[in-house]
Nanobody, 121 residues
Framework: QVQLEESGGGLVQPGGSLRLSCAAS????????MGWYRQAPGKERESVAD???????RYTDSVKGRFAISRDYAKNMVFLQMNSLKPEDTAVYYC???????????????WGQGTQVTVSS
């Protein structure tokens, strides 16, 4: 059984900062990509950023220069530092990880339950 647990969401004023954290735990043989998605009310879920050893860090255009993703490979954690936040960043943010649960298995997508980020004055 694998779990992704997020933390760090909340309410922040425009221009402010938040740092999201996600920890993967359970029966983990290996992790490829880890990243963050978000879903705003009435919109589809979109990729925000992801990071892997092979591809490095990748960002959607709307957050480039403002958000920074990082990983602690030893602790199976991923972080998202969000700076210069805008009201349009308001969404539920989900942690995502491609996890292999046994040797020879395929990587499977796992999701956290989501953490609310609200940017408002």
């Amino acid at each position: 059984q694998v779990q992704l647990e997020e933390s760090g969401g909340g309410l922040v004023q425009p221009g402010g900062s938040l740092r999201l954290s996600c920890a993967a735990s359970g029966d983990i043989f290996g992790i490829n990509d880890m990243g963050w998605y978000r879903q705003a009310p009435g919109k589809e879920r979109e990729s925000v950023a992801d990071v892997s050893k092979s591809s490095g860090a990748r960002y959607t255009d709307s957050v480039k220069g403002r958000f920074a993703i990082s990983r602690d490979y030893a602790k199976n954690m991923v972080f998202l530092q969000m700076n210069s936040l805008k009201p349009e960043d308001t969404a539920v943010y989900y942690c995502n990880a491609a996890i292999k649960i046994y040797l020879g298995g395929s990587y499977i997508d796992f999701w956290g339950q989501g953490t609310q980020v609200t940017v408002s004055s």
